[in-house]
T-cell receptor, first 117, second 112 residues
């Protein structure tokens, strides 16, 4: 079964609204999770590193006020796309690092399709 | 800057044959991990194989093996006895703390 679960798998929202995507680690406590974005027919681009109990670390060029990341517990990180615009439409995928296996066993969620209309 | 380069946007192979996907990377780190991920149309990222940079022995997982050349910063994936289910996008990735840098991917088609 899934080790990292992402929800929702698909979401459609109106321009100007906010939408939240959840990433949960099911079998382990993840102090660190990662958020990626994937445009059609392109690679995964790391957006930010989500750290439990502290602020996320954003990659260069990623607007932290637009893509809010919260990691309030050891099993849940959320990505909120604020004031969404059609250009935010994309596939968003999270991953979590299992610290019990040396820290380099990484599990990916199933991904979330966001369509902004 | 750390980069991962996959020079083959698309490849095809006949069923049961062998195919090699290329990957090169650039980093100044000495301790890191390299990965090959498979992404089928469902978009689920599936780990194919992982290599620890400090290990000289090439990783193998059943039909999948790598040729890791640390000095050349090369990390190619060999798929033996290709199966129709191997058809997918394959991404090479590099990382040391879980935050991975991905190549642009190679679309592999296995033909019957």
């Amino acid at each position: 079964g899934a080790v990292v679960s992402q929800h929702p798998s698909r979401v459609i929202c109106k321009s100007g609204t906010s939408v939240k995507i959840e990433c949960r680690s099911l079998d382990f406590q993840a102090t660190t999770m990662f958020w990626y974005r994937q445009f059609p027919k392109q690679s995964l681009m790391l957006m930010a590193t989500s750290n439990e109990g502290s602020k996320a670390t954003y990659e260069q060029g990623v607007e932290k006020d637009k893509f809010l990341i919260n990691h309030a517990s050891l099993t849940l990180s959320t990505l909120t796309v604020t004031s969404a615009h059609p250009e935010d439409s994309s596939f968003y995928i999270c991953s979590a690092r299992d610290p019990t296996t040396g820290g380099n066993t990484i599990y990916f969620g199933e991904g979330s399709w966001l369509t902004v209309v | 800057a750390q980069t991962v380069t996959q020079s083959q946007p698309e490849m095809s192979v006949q069923e049961a044959e062998t195919v090699t996907l290329s990957c090169t990377y650039d980093t100044s780190e000495s301790n890191y991990y390299l990965f090959w991920y498979k992404q089928p149309p469902s978009r689920q990222m599936i780990l194919v194989i992982r290599q620890e940079a400090y290990k000289q022995q090439n990783a193998t997982e059943n039909r999948f093996s790598v040729n890791f050349q640390k000095a050349a910063k090369s990390f190619s994936l060999k798929i033996s006895d290709s199966q129709l289910g191997d058809t997918a996008m394959y991404f090479c990735a590099f990382g040391s703390q879980g935050n991975l840098i991905f190549g642009k991917g190679t679309k592999l088609s296995v033909k019957p």
